[in-house]
């Protein structure tokens, strides 16, 4: 399994692909070692990941660095016998690129949660694109969501205005 992005949903995602016995490799802009990951590369180091992955799950945030980061060359750096998931942003894949590599069969297949356009039209070539699975930006949705939110936000107001021990803030500078 290839994560691409080892944020707090990229290591979550590293530890479901652990529990299944598979050997995870990701990327992240400081390539230091993380819990469940056995080898984290550096961005630039995006097309060796490509290369030993069966699966590869894009988790980036879309920001200048990652908009389009997913074309032709990193469909053609994957193997024939993987598949893409997208749960980052529809923008971090070059769309046409990937409808010509499922259709082509440069790689075998791919989840897609999310789209440039959302929802999908209905005249979306997607919709009758070979092994592709479509869902509705449902991907990131649990059932303790809300839950979950208000307890971070309750606790970041017991520690206001203590940045250091506030939780989940957005870096303005990094763009997420």
């Not at 399994?1 to 590293?14: F, R």
């Not at 949660?113 to 999908?120: A, H, I, K, Y």
């Not at 005249?123 to 592709?132: E, G, K, Q």
């Amino acid at each position: 399994m290839g994560v691409v992005g080892l944020g707090q949903i990229g290591m979550t995602i590293a530890g479901h692909a652990k529990q299944l016995g598979m050997r995870v490799v990701g990327t992240k802009r400081q390539a230091t070692q993380i819990a469940n990951v056995d080898v984290v590369y550096p961005p630039e180091e995006l097309n060796r990941l490509l290369g030993e992955s069966d699966f590869v799950a894009l988790v980036v945030p879309l920001v200048a660095t990652t908009r389009l980061l997913f074309g032709a060359a990193q469909f053609n750096a994957m193997k024939r016998t993987a598949v893409l998931i997208n749960v980052a942003r529809g923008e971090v894949v070059d769309e046409t690129a990937l409808l010509s590599a499922l259709r082509e069969g440069t790689i075998a297949g791919a989840a897609l949660d999310v789209f440039s356009v959302e929802p999908l039209p209905p005249d979306s070539p997607f919709w009758s694109a070979p092994n592709t699975l479509i869902t509705p930006h449902i991907g990131g949705n649990r059932i303790d969501t809300y839950d979950a939110s208000a307890t971070l936000l309750a606790n970041n107001l017991k520690v206001y205005p203590d940045q250091r021990q506030m939780r989940g803030l957005c870096d303005i500078g990094l763009g997420y």
